[in-house]
């Protein structure tokens, strides 16, 4: 399987929303221009998937390149999968069965590698 390259740290949505005022006095959030950024990147970058539309169950493959070592790893493939479903990479991350993930530390050069692995409906997910 070829594999997809995302170049630049991969931000945590978690710590890029803004409580705003909202209507009828209510507050909602938004995305900050970090995340944004990162999304407008993400989809600029992606070549391999974008529009493939995969509406089957999958395994995501996935290295991710921190600059540092105080970035999450959990955080990242949440961010990943919103990016995937923006870009219809995937047509839901409620899709996603299983993630093999790892994290590795490159402060100069920061990414996401990944590969999209259809799973067999035959396949029993459950044992």
Known sequence: METE????????????????????GLRRIIK????RKYEQSFSEQCVLYKDKHISERFKLHVTVWHGSIRFDLDNSLK????????????????LCFSIDAEKRLD???PRIEFWIEIINEQ?????
């Not at 961010?79 to 409620?94: E, F, K, R």
């Not at 396949?123 to 044992?127: D, E, G």
């Open 107 to 109: 402060k100069n050069n």
């Open 5 to 24: 390259i995302i170049y630049g740290q991969i931000i945590a949505k978690a710590n890029h929303y803004l409580a705003v005022p909202g209507n009828g």
């Open 79 to 94: 961010t990943l999968l919103d990016c995937l479903q923006s870009v219809d990479a995937i047509m839901d991350d409620n």
């Open 123 to 127: 396949t029993n997910l459950f044992n």
């Open 32 to 35: 900050d221009d970090t995340i």
